[in-house]
T-cell receptor, first 111, second 113 residues
Framework: DTGVSQDPRHKITKRGQNVTFRCDPI?????LYWYRQTLGQGPEFLTY????????KSRLLSDRFSAERPKGSFSTLEIQRTEQGDSAMYLC?????????FGSGTRLTVV | GEDVEQSLFLSVREGDSSVINCTYT??????LYWYKQEPGAGLQLLTY?????DMKQDQRLTVLLNKKDKHLSLRIADTQTGDSAIYFC?????????????FGAGTILRVKS
């Protein structure tokens, strides 16, 4: 197991387009988290899954954002009708009982 | 509400000790964490401390927790140029499931050779 994988590493998209990111957690981890990090800031919580159930969502997660974890393994984060303010690093993390392991993130640039 | 504050920048000479400070607001946090982030990379967990502990030492890293003042510090002994990075303090949140982390804005550590 090579840790938490995120794909793609970088994404440049035009404003108004939809984008989807993928996260593959560590295989035995049942908890999966999405965070967003903008320049000069710490990561901000977006949403949390336990197995396939989405148990908590931040108010940062507007109607344009949706996350899924259909089989309790990998997860996707989709942003519809992207805006320039969506430009950020999107980080995925997984855990079993406590400490998180983060992926390297997907850097989104909306032009 | 939950809030974590850190100083923005610290510059030290190679071989010196570095001390990075953090204050937090949520006294119900079970764990407090220190993460390291190098340019273009994700976050690496350095160490964590349980809220009923005062101190934790792990090789060159020493974490001190003052629960009364809600103050957390990370001391790096014999700082090396490879320690140059952004360091984030985080507290476990008091959300419904208590699993989310609330991060500070990060402290940039610059190590001069």
């Amino acid at each position: 197991d090579t840790g938490v994988s995120q794909d793609p590493r970088h994404k440049i998209t035009k404003r108004g387009q939809n984008v989807t990111f993928r996260c593959d957690p560590i295989s035995e981890h049942n908890r999966l988290y999405w965070y967003r990090q903008t320049l000069g800031q710490g990561p901000e919580f977006l949403t949390y899954f336990q197995n396939e159930a989405q148990l908590e969502k931040s108010r940062l997660l507007s109607d344009r954002f949706s996350a899924e974890r259909p089989k309790g393994s990998f997860s996707t984060l989709e942003i519809q009708r992207t805006e320039q303010g969506d430009s950020a690093m999107y980080l995925c993390a997984s855990s079993l009982t406590g400490g998180y392991t983060f992926g390297s993130g997907t850097r989104l640039t909306v032009v | 509400g939950e809030d974590v504050e850190q100083s923005l920048f610290l510059s030290v000479r190679e071989g010196d000790s570095s001390v990075i400070n953090c204050t937090y607001t949520d006294s119900s946090s079970t764990y407090l964490y220190w993460y390291k982030q190098e340019p273009g990379a994700g976050l690496q967990l350095l160490t964590y401390i349980f809220s009923n502990m005062d101190m934790k030492q792990d090789q060159r890293l020493t974490v001190l927790l003052n629960k009364k003042d809600k103050h957390l510090s990370l001391r790096i002994a014999d700082t090396q140029t490879g320690d140059s990075a952004i360091y984030f303090c985080a507290q476990s949140g008091a959300g419904e499931y208590g699993n989310k982390l609330v991060f500070g804005a990060g402290t940039i550590l610059r190590v001069k050779s």
